[in-house]
């Protein structure tokens, strides 16, 4: 009987796989929705008139809304969003697109053409995002050679077990024999998996790693890499933590989703990286590490902090990520060096083309900077869509801090909640730490250009703030920085404020 269902199973697979490969011909591909997904309660949408699924992701304190698909690079979209009530009020973002919509009633229509990651806002209700990834150009299916289901292994994708032992087993034999682990559309439940060097993991649309809610499964992470290269995680299905709806409230607190230490050579291209009860992902003392077209949702509740992290680059070199959407509580996309012992520094690294939103800082290096070198780190192309502070560096231990660049950053709204007021650009030098290596860090060289500020109804201040004279900021150039459409040409008319130990600031 068991051999039937598995043979059951793979024909259908191979018909699945067919009709996906029917749908990239067509230059539009729909995702289908997770097993256990919720059906968004206000929103449909409809992409070229097909019924696109949206999922309610209720299980966060503010809820959100996402709906999962691909096209081919040139190809219009016509897409409208449906919802319960006539539409009185709309946001479309980023609004660096300039994407115009009509409405109907309770129809919002509007076209696209190619790949990108929107959030549309209606009536001021929960956010929808727009998720649209290129399709993928050599997609892994079974008929390869070097591809195995995970099926294979007898093992449940019902949601039903943890999988914990049989999905390891599963990762150890493919390092040994450089096997692609294929998951086929289901829900397979697991404890902290081990990846090993020379293993690709590929995750069909509709196929979910979940968390275990047990924080008894976990040391420190759902996936870890220790010492571990040449690994790849691929495919458009979703990795959950199952944090804040589970592991959180079952008492865990510092649970990565992705957690990488001394490792190489390692490509995570296409899932969707949600849920995490800390850090999403953290890359602490790695090199070559690439990251693209990922989609991270964590928690973002309105008011409180949660230590819910983007994407963490520690200690690590010639890494970055490009073009992604991140949904976080905490900080977006952050440059850490926590350990000065063992020769580590934080060089080479790129964050590109990115949409964030989030309680805290969009863009950061710091708090922890402990490493003696951060050098030629870029953000560039980042759409702020929320944030309390856009471009951070913030330098509390005892780092030399140089060749910096923020460009291209068009930053939406900020959070005004809290003790102190949001801040576009806040770099600052200081004593205020909890690490032994403390107050000896200095910031050279920083180029901030082609920045676009959104009209506000509050002012938005900057801080540049050195600590000493030898503990200092220097040489900071602000390049073609707009505020309310209007090109700003001094320090007072940006608001930006700095003290005696900045030297060397200029805006032109």
């Known amino acids: 009987m068991k051999k039937a269902v598995f043979v059951l199973e793979i024909l259908f697979l191979f018909t699945l796989t067919s009709v996906y490969a029917t749908d990239v011909s067509q230059k539009m591909q729909l995702y289908p929705a997770m097993q256990d997904a919720i059906k968004s309660d206000y929103y449909q949408v409809f992409i070229n008139k097909k019924e696109a699924f949206a999922e309610k992701m209720s299980k966060f304190d503010v809820p959100l809304h996402y709906t999962h698909l691909a096209c081919a690079s040139k190809t219009t979209l016509s897409i409208e969003v449906k919802t319960k009530e006539n539409i009185s009020s709309y946001t479309i973002s980023p609004k660096s697109k300039n994407i115009v ?23 001021e209700k929960e956010d929808l995002f727009v998720l649209i990834d290129e399709c993928e150009k050599k997609p892994v299916t079974l008929t390869q050679a070097g591809v195995k289901s995970i099926m294979v292994y007898g093992i449940d994708n019902s949601g039903s077990e943890i999988m914990t032992k049989t999905i390891q087993q599963a990762i150890d034999e493919a390092s040994t024999t450089k096997t692609i ?25 509709g196929a979910q790693l979940k968390g275990s809610t047990h924080p008894g499964d976990y040391k420190n992470a759902l996936i870890r890499f220790d010492n571990v290269s040449n690994v790849k995680i691929l495919g458009r299905g979703v990795i959950d933590g199952s944090g804040w709806s589970g592991l959180r409230k079952n008492g865990a607190k510092e ?47 309105e008011k409180n902090w949660t230590n819910t992290d983007g994407i963490d680059f520690d200690s690590s070199t010639d890494c970055d990520v490009i073009n992604a959407i991140l949904h976080c ?7 850490k060096g926590l350990d000065d012992k063992d020769g580590y520094n934080t060089e080479r690294l790129l964050f590109e083309k990115i949409v964030t939103l ?23 192309d980042i759409d702020v869509v929320k944030c309390k502070r856009a471009m951070v560096i913030n330098g509390f231990d005892s780092s030399a801090i140089q060749d910096i660049k923020f460009i291209g950053f068009n930053i939406e709204g900020f959070d005004f909640n809290g003790r102190e007021g949001p801040r576009v650009i806040d770099f600052e030098v200081t004593n205020n730490s909890w690490r032994e290596c403390v107050g000896n860090c ?46 700003i040409t001094s320090l007072k008319e940006g608001n930006i404020v700095t003290n005696e130990h900045a030297y060397n600031v200029s805006v032109l």
Not at 359 to 374: D, H, P, Q
């Open 181 to 205: 682990l294929y998951f086929p559309p289901g829900i397979y439940v697991t404890g902290e998996l081990y990846m090993r060097s020379n293993v690709t993991l590929y995750l069909e649309a």
């Open 329 to 335: 509580g905490d900080d977006n996309v952050v440059v």
């Open 101 to 123: 919509a009509t409405i109907n009633n309770n129809v919002l229509h509007f076209e696209i053409t190619g790949p990108q990651y929107l959030i549309v806002k209606i009536n």
């Open 442 to 487: 200095t910031i050279d060289n920083v180029l901030i250009q082609n920045i676009r500020i959104y009209p506000t109804d509050n002012n938005v201040e900057s801080h540049i703030y050195g600590r000493t004279s030898m503990f200092r900021i220097n040489n900071i150039r602000i390049r073609n920085y707009r505020l309310n459409q209007e090109k």
């Open 255 to 301: 649970i990565y989703l992705l957690f990488l230490s001394r490792c190489d050579n390692i490509l995570i291209d296409g899932p969707v990286l949600r849920d995490p009860c800390f850090w999403n992902t953290r890359v602490f003392q790695s090199a070559n590490v690439h990251m693209r077209n990922v989609k991270v949702l964590n928690n973002r509740p």
């Open 358 to 380: 989030s309680n805290s800082a969009a863009a950061k290096i710091g708090t922890e900077t402990c490493v003696k070198r951060f050098k030629d780190i870029t953000f560039k």
